[in-house]
């Protein structure tokens, strides 16, 4: 994917990644500016029947396609512990769907169903605001005053964000709108979730400072080594009036979810460091059945991942 053309584009784009570096103390070469620990899984998507009503993407039309999964901390910084209540979640879960070769598609999402703003000026507002407060200085400080002005972000932050016993056992969403077609002329609008088959289960204050700093990596190395780790992945449909453009909205509980598929995770990818540091995912589907909707984070998030990408190939190797 080339990088955008627009200048206006690419210098937002350019800041947010700056903006991350600066909330980062700083480049960690080699590594995300934001969920740098992460940890590569390889497995298997099965579409569902159901899928193929409102979908002729490619991956649905097959029996199964390979996957690699990113699962990830939410901070640029790599050394975070698992268990830090602020800067460790939402956590990131990335699949790209393996169509051929040098041919794929991808879904990222987090652990969180909402986004705290609906442009990237607005979230490099937000990043801004962040680097500019001083916790020890007056009160309101840069980012109260930010969130005081702006409802969308102060209720992102707001929302619980328990630190999970597993990836295994969390549930994550990519937060923007797609358009679904199947046939000539027949679309839908909808939002994926991605739904841990064993379910949900999080731990409380107690249980997740007794946890050490690497639990939830060692613990995902340790389970799909004994057992297969699966998701579904269902898609919430759009009803008419409901807005597809804007990520700080959610649309009501009692919209169709109908579902994608399962995928099913083998085993840890050989030379997962090394791996993490080379694969850029996009969150634009490229692929017929399957586009972006009108989010305007769309482009700005898939040139930030790239802009990202290349300066992490450049780095020396992990």
């Known amino acids: 994917m080339p990088l955008t053309t627009d200048e206006k584009l690419l210098a937002i784009s350019h800041d947010v990644v700056e903006g991350f570096d600066k909330a980062n103390r700083g480049v960690h070469p080699g590594f995300r500016p934001a969920h740098a620990k992460g940890i590569l899984l390889t497995g298997i998507f099965t579409p569902s029947d159901e899928a193929a009503s409102f979908t002729n993407a490619p991956h649905i039309q097959r029996g199964s396609t390979p996957i690699t999964v990113r699962f990830s901390d939410f901070a640029g910084i790599p050394t975070i512990a698992d268990n830090d209540p602020q800067n460790a979640s939402p956590r990131g879960c990335a699949i790209r769907f393996h169509l051929g070769e040098h041919s794929h598609t991808d879904i990222v999402a987090h652990s969180v169903d909402t986004f705290p703003t609906r442009t990237a000026e607005g979230f490099l507002d937000f990043l801004n605001a962040l680097i500019a407060t001083d916790p020890a200085g007056p009160h309101p400080n840069a980012i109260e005053q930010y969130l005081g002005a702006h409802p969308a972000a102060l209720a992102f932050v707001q929302i619980p964000k328990p630190i999970p016993t597993s990836f295994a056992k969390e549930s994550f969403f990519a937060v923007s709108a797609f358009k679904f077609t199947k046939g000539a002329g027949v679309s839908r609008y909808g939002r994926y ?3 841990p088959v064993a379910g949900n289960e999080y731990l409380g204050e107690a249980g997740a400072s007794a946890k050490t700093p690497n639990f939830l990596f ?4 340790q389970r799909i080594a004994k057992e297969l780790v699966k998701f579904r992945i269902v898609v919430q449909l759009a009803e008419e009036g409901d807005p597809v453009d804007d990520a700080t909205v959610r649309w009501p509980e009692d919209r169709p979810q109908l579902t994608f598929g399962e995928i099913s995770l083998t085993a840890v990818v050989p030379n997962s460091d090394s791996e993490q540091q080379q694969i850029i995912f996009d969150p634009i ?9 009108a989010d305007p984070l769309f482009e700005p998030r898939a040139n930030v991942y790239l802009i990202a990408g290349r300066r992490r190939r450049s780095a020396g190797k992990r």
């Open 193 to 195: 979730r991605i739904l």
């Open 218 to 221: 060692d613990e995902i190395k």
């Open 285 to 293: 589907p490229r692929v017929d059945g399957i586009e972006a909707s």
